[in-house]
């Protein structure tokens, strides 16, 4: 309502002007009138033409509705009237808008968490040490780390190791933290099997002394035990595995038996549990890597091809047997 009061105040301030030309008064006063009338005329139609303007023609101010006035009021005679012919059409008949056929969207963020689980590993362990050796970022360090929680212990341990001898506090404190978590909780189930089994009955006997087995050779297999301590975990390994065996224990706990020999450098000890293990029931191809290292240590070279050879050739194309039957076979 303001704005059609304004653009009839102007309307008639701009006749008014042009009345003055033609009123047969002296030049300087007809060029005063002129003046006065043509800049009121065209202030109010700067302010009613801004009132209607879009909000983002608005701005910044004072200059938006100071350029409609400049159009207005220095262009002689006709400057209201091309302000009006300009801005009217389009305020009061936009152009319709063009249906879009595309939208422009930008690059996305990478979400937080994975869109999908893969069940298989896209590092090793060899690509985790490198980061951890020679990455300069103490944040990329630190990821790399937490990445080995998704791996086996054993391929975990020597990464952790790795960084046990990283300069900065903060990787040294969590890889500790991370191997000391996963000793705890094997001695803790240590402590309470050895605790249970002066009062457990007779039965359950041999299946405690199996876990015991299993849990001591845990701790030597994952690297968590070195110089005397793992000679010493070894010995308890073989000591609960015997016990158990003695009291009827078979099957799988011979191969256990004999990879802790072997461990400990007790070659005929070891190849006798494997062939305990056989007569057991055991699986041939469970035994066949176990005999060809004990060749090996033997210096029985011409007997570590033919062991290798009963390995189906899927499992031989998959590390730790990819390197060996390239070379032996």
């Known amino acids: 309502m303001i704005s059609k009061w304004l653009f009839s105040g102007a309307f008639l301030f701009e006749l008014s002007s042009w009345a003055s030309l033609f009123a047969g008064v002296p030049v300087g006063q007809a060029a005063m009138l002129y003046a006065i009338s043509h800049g009121i005329g065209s202030l109010l139609l700067s302010a009613g033409v801004w009132l209607l303007l879009p909000q983002r023609y608005k701005f910044p101010l004072p200059?938006?509705?100071?350029?409609?006035?400049?159009?207005?009021?220095?262009?002689?005679?006709?400057?209201?009237?091309?302000?009006?012919?300009?801005?009217?059409?389009?305020l009061y008949m936009p152009r319709k808008r063009v249906e879009q056929v595309w939208h422009a969207q930008g690059v996305p963020d990478l979400p937080f968490r994975p869109l999908e689980k893969r069940q298989?590993?896209?590092?090793?362990?060899?690509?985790?040490?490198?980061?951890?050796?020679?990455?300069?970022?103490?944040?990329?360090?630190?990821?790399?780390?937490?990445?080995?929680?998704?791996?086996?212990?054993?391929?975990?341990?020597?990464?952790?190791?790795?960084?046990?001898?990283?300069?900065?506090?903060?990787?040294?404190?969590?890889?500790?933290?991370?191997?000391?978590?996963?000793?705890?909780?094997?001695?803790?189930?240590?402590?309470?099997?050895?605790?249970?089994?002066?009062?457990?009955?007779?039965?359950?006997?041999?299946?405690?002394?199996?876990?015991?087995a299993r849990w001591f050779w845990e701790l030597a297999y994952l690297g968590l035990a070195q110089g005397s301590v793992l000679d010493h975990v070894l010995y308890q390994a073989r000591e609960h595995a015997d016990q158990a065996l003695a009291l009827g224990v078979g099957n799988e706990l011979y191969l256990l038996a004999g990879r802790i020999a072997l461990e400990q450098g007790d070659l005929a000890g070891a190849d006798a549990y494997l062939k305990q293990a056989e007569q057991a029931g055991v699986s041939s191809l469970q035994l066949l890597p176990f005999r060809a290292?004990?060749?090996?240590?033997?210096?029985?070279?011409?007997?570590?091809?033919?062991?290798?050879?009963g390995l189906p050739s899927d499992m031989l194309k998959r590390p730790p047997f990819a390197a060996l039957a390239r070379y032996w076979l």
Not at 63 to 90: E, K, M, R, T
Not at 134 to 141: F, L, T
Not at 293 to 309: G, T
């Open 63 to 90: 200059w938006s509705p100071l350029f409609i006035f400049c159009l207005s009021f220095f262009v002689p005679i006709l400057g209201a009237v091309g302000v009006a012919a300009s801005v009217f059409p389009a």
């Open 120 to 212: 298989d590993l896209m590092f090793s362990d060899g690509g985790l040490q490198d980061v951890l050796r020679h990455a300069p970022s103490q944040d990329k360090r630190i990821t790399a780390l937490f990445a080995t929680r998704r791996m086996q212990g054993k391929d975990s341990i020597p990464i952790l190791k790795v960084a046990l001898r990283d300069p900065s506090d903060d990787v040294r404190l969590l890889a500790y933290s991370m191997l000391d978590q996963q000793e705890s909780r094997i001695n803790q189930r240590i402590e309470a099997a050895l605790a249970s089994l002066e009062t457990v009955s007779a039965a359950q006997r041999p299946s405690l002394h199996a876990s015991l």
């Open 293 to 309: 290292e004990i060749a090996f240590c033997q210096r029985r070279f011409a007997d570590v091809p033919k062991h290798l050879a």
